[in-house]
């Protein structure tokens, strides 16, 4: 199951980085907005990939050096967002 939502969430980084969907990102309105829109998408999609491959590797981590790492890299992304 995690793997399939880190896979998810890389595409959904995707689709808003590469192929410039802003409105997949919650609460962007284009009648608000007044900065660049291009790098806007761009850093949201890298950050939102990010993300996905840090969800996609956990159970990975988790197999290879046990639960305490777990602990770890949980608090990383708690801290990250």
């Not at 410039?20 to 950050?47: C, H, N, P, W």
């Amino acid at each position: 199951m995690t793997i399939t939502v880190g896979i998810f969430i890389s595409y959904l980084g995707y689709l808003i980085g590469v192929k410039q969907m802003l409105t997949l990102i919650i609460g962007f309105k284009d009648s608000t907005f007044y900065g660049d829109k291009d790098e806007y998408a761009k850093r949201v999609g890298l950050s939102t990939i990010i993300l996905g491959i840090g969800v996609l590797a956990f159970p990975f981590i988790v197999l290879f050096f046990g639960e305490g790492v777990a602990q770890i890299y949980k608090s990383l992304f708690v801290y990250m967002s």
